[in-house]
Structures are given as C-alpha cells and as structure tokens.
C-alpha cells in the first residue's frame, strides 16, 4: 500500500486531536508490532494495529478513519498489555471511531455488521441489564437491514427452549442507567 505523505502530514493537528481525545501518545510507537502479534481480529481485518498507528502518526486522516480497524477491535487490551511505551491502543481505537462519527465517516462494509451489532449489544444490556437473545439479534437484523436472517432457525431454538422470548429484566435497572448516563458525560466532556 502506498500512502501520499505531504509536508502537512508530518506537522498534523490530526496527531494532536487523536492524542487529546485518547490521552495516549501516539508519538511515542516506533512501530515494534507487539501490538499486532496479539491482536484477536488481525486475522479479520486488512491492515494490523501498529500500521494504524503509523498512519495517525504519518497525519494521514481518510485512512486511518476509514479503516475497518477502528470499528472491528474489540478492545481486548492485549495491544494496550504488550505496548513497551505503554500507550493504551484500545483508547487509540475508540478515539478514532469517535473523530470518523463526527465527521459522518461511515464504517467500511464488513466493519458495519460488527459495529451494529455492537450497538445492539449494548442497547441490550442498557435496557435489559443482561443480554436476552430474541432482542439482541432483532435489533442486529433490524439495524443492519437483514430483517429475516436466522428467521428459519427460530421456532427450533424456542422449541428446544435455547432462547427465551420474554427477557428477563434485572431489578433496580435505575441504577445500570445511571451508569450509561455518566459514561456518556464522560465521553462527550472528552470529546470537547
């Protein structure tokens, strides 16, 4: 792959928004690989963890924001463990993720599918307080506009009782809530 450095990339606010929106400095990797040799989705994605690095480094914005990358980690934190200049990649990660919202920078295609169902995670437990299949996979087929996928599969699981139509709810789920509320006061207070 062949990246087009300018003069501007190597003095790049780019650089410095991503390391004040991660607290990390993304300066200090001298492109060792620690990071990619653990990384559970290398296999799944086409370019590795330090290279995204290198490219933050290097100012080159569209890249780094339109890797799939970003979206795929599942921020494990074995790069952020195995780091010898300890810099947290995960936060690296979530920090690019939010500069390519921002900017309406749209996930790749294979990347859009594991963000989604992400998000449907998510809005599974914030509801719930646990996850419940029957709603973690309709909200994924309904986001990501497979509105029929595994259809065919679910009178089995239901007769077999693998899965549970009415989701169980956890008591006191006030307090889960009060939980996602500040995360997203701490998120947007770091955002700005």
């Known amino acids: 792959m062949k990246w087009d450095l300018t003069d501007k990339a190597l003095a790049s606010d780019f650089v410095r928004a991503v390391e004040k929106l991660s607290g990390q400095n993304v300066s200090a990797c001298y492109q060792c690989g620690k990071c990619s040799g653990g990384c559970p989705v290398l296999a ?7 290279r995204v690095i290198r490219m933050v480094q290097l100012g080159l914005e569209q890249e780094a924001l339109r890797n799939e990358l970003i979206w795929c ?30 900017r309406a ?15 449907a995670f998510l809005d599974c437990i914030r509801r719930f307080g646990r996850l419940n299949e ?23 699981f239901l007769l077999k009782g693998k899965v549970n139509l009415w989701p169980h709810q956890v008591r006191r789920i006030d307090r889960l ?3 996602f509320r500040r995360i997203e006061e701490i998120e947007e207070a770091e955002a700005q």
């Open 44 to 50: 799944d994605v086409e370019l590795s963890p330090n």
């Open 134 to 156: 029957v709603a973690l996979m309709g909200g994924f087929n309904v986001n990501s506009g497979r509105l029929f996928a595994n259809l065919k599969k679910a009178p089995w």
């Open 105 to 119: 920078i749209e996930p790749p295609r294979d990347a859009f599918a594991v963000w989604t169902f992400y998000r």
């Open 73 to 102: 980690c599942n921020a494990c934190g074995t790069c952020s463990s195995r780091c010898p200049m300890g810099i947290d990649l995960a936060r690296v990660m979530d920090a690019l993720r939010a500069l390519a919202e921002q």
């Open 177 to 179: 809530e009060r939980v």
